[in-house]
């Protein structure tokens, strides 16, 4: 085989193309010329040495080549060869393979790593350093994993009536699709057409409104994996708590924005449009710095546990007549408490209307001083004090000023009623009254009245 070494005796002829260079080394005398038989001129054949045995003829003796020594056929003295020593071994074919896949990974990498540098030096592709990919999970009390549980539960409402059309916000409330949101989204609506965050959208119908408290239900249907948002309590609700604002303003539907309770038990009137009062709201409202904008009403107000504390209902901008009026959030922000958003919700959920906490009198709203003043006269020339009502009962008259309820200031009408409708029907009160300069205190138990 090629890798073992040659161990045979050589062969006792070796035959030479003709005209072949001598190639003799030095000492080695040349061959004798053969004859036309094959002979080689010494009388000899290759039976010859056994014919002359046979005839009894001692063939002549000779040495034995010394070891390692090449005989010469043609050689006519004793075997002579000059000793160089041992041959070098050449390269096996293997050896020769592993030694040019070596050179070719080395030459590969060299190459590799200078086009790599002659790219970065020539100016035409440029690598930052950059921070790897980390886990995205979130705090659940952090405003992105607050983000996260909600958003699911939180739709975008296309809005289109008969003259005009618009976008809104709600929520989630219950598995069977039923949706909170503010009565001013769905006020003139025709149809009405709510997104979910994952971008599907099925139509809604209208379940109930009012726009005393400015809530409105909608329901879809055939709609699979709703996640109703968890309910707080605006009771627990402290001044400074960090809140999560999400809504569409400006139609860009899960809009993201933080920020604090700025206060509490604001009193808030919106609506007004119509001029006879029958689409004001009162709220007795959450004040919060997260960014509000047109588009964010009926959205939810979260708390650290991503619980609804409130529903984005009203924004206060700047002043008409400013010149630097900002047309958007300017940081005050109002939610309608989640207490009063639940009742109303139920209501509108099992009887499609609302009811209205009342004391059973007319205030007289062009009053200017301090307090809540109940009118001489009712509408339509009625008594101002409902006869048999809980007023009534409770021993309000004629021309009495309201100053407190259960021991807060009242300085206006508006924000009497506000105090009066964050509670419900049935529910006790104490009136501070203020009667020819004297105040008394009357217990009242609030009637009810349906709304609009």
């Known amino acids: 085989m090629a890798d073992r070494q040659q161990t045979d005796p050589a062969p006792q002829w070796w035959s030479r193309p003709e005209g072949t260079a001598d190639s003799r080394r030095d000492g080695v005398p040349a061959p004798r010329p053969r004859t036309r038989d094959g002979d080689d ?3 000899a054949d290759g039976d010859g ?7 009894g003829q001692a063939a002549p003796a000779q040495e034995a080549p010394a070891p390692g020594v090449r005989y010469d056929p043609w050689g006519a003295q004793p075997l002579q060869a000059v000793d160089r020593g041992r041959d070098r071994p050449g390269f096996r074919l293997w050896q020769v393979a592993a030694l040019a896949a070596v050179t070719a990974l080395l030459a590969g990498g060299i190459g590799g790593w200078l086009g790599v540098l002659a790219e970065r030096q020539s100016s035409t592709r440029l690598e930052l350093p950059q921070a790897a990919v980390t886990d995205k999970g979130r705090a659940p009390d952090s405003v ?9 539960g939180v739709v975008t409402l296309h809005v289109r009536g008969a003259k005009s059309s618009g976008t809104g916000t709600g929520f989630v409330l219950d598995p069977q699709g039923h949706i909170l949101t503010n009565n001013h989204v769905v006020a003139d609506a025709k149809e009405i057409a709510v997104t979910f965050s994952t971008g599907e959208s099925v139509t809604a119908e209208l379940v109930g409104r009012d726009s005393g408290y400015d809530l409105a239900v909608v329901k879809v249907s055939g709609v699979r994996g709703l996640r109703p948002l968890s309910l707080g309590n605006s009771e627990n609700v402290q001044v400074g708590d960090p809140v999560v604002a999400i809504g569409a303003p400006f139609d860009l539907s899960n809009t993201v924005t933080a920020g604090i309770i700025s206060a509490t038990g604001r009193p808030v009137t919106a609506g007004g449009d119509k001029g006879d009062g029958s689409d004001i709201s009162y709220v007795d409202a959450l004040q919060t710095d997260a960014p509000i904008n047109p588009g964010n009403s009926g959205g939810p107000l979260l708390d650290a546990r991503a619980h609804v504390v409130g529903i ?7 002043d008409k007549d400013d010149p630097d009026r900002q047309g958007g959030s300017i940081g005050l922000g109002f939610a309608i408490p989640i207490n009063q958003g639940k009742r109303v919700a139920e209501e509108l959920i099992a009887t499609g209307r609302a009811t209205h906490p009342v004391i059973g009198v007319t205030l007289d709203m062009d009053y200017t001083g301090d307090g809540a003043r109940v ?3 009712g509408e339509d020339g009625k008594p101002s004090v409902t006869a048999g009502g809980p ?4 021993g309000i008259k004629p021309g009495d000023v309201i100053t407190k309820v259960d021991g807060q200031r009242v300085r206006g009408g508006d924000e009497l009623i506000i105090k009066i409708r964050a509670h419900r029907p049935g529910d006790p009160l104490t009136l501070t009254v203020l009667r020819d300069g004297r105040e008394r205190t009357l217990d009242v138990v609030l009637g009810s009245a349906n709304g609009s």
Do not use: F, H
């Not at 040495?49 to 005839?55: I, L, N, P, S």
């Open 391 to 394: 007023g009534a009962r409770a």
């Open 375 to 377: 009118g001489d006269k």
């Open 312 to 318: 984005n209902s009203a924004i206060r901008g700047a």
């Open 49 to 55: 040495a056994e014919g002359d045995r046979a005839a």
């Open 144 to 152: 992105a994993g607050i983000a996260a549980t909600a958003l699911p």
């Open 41 to 43: 001129g010494s009388g």
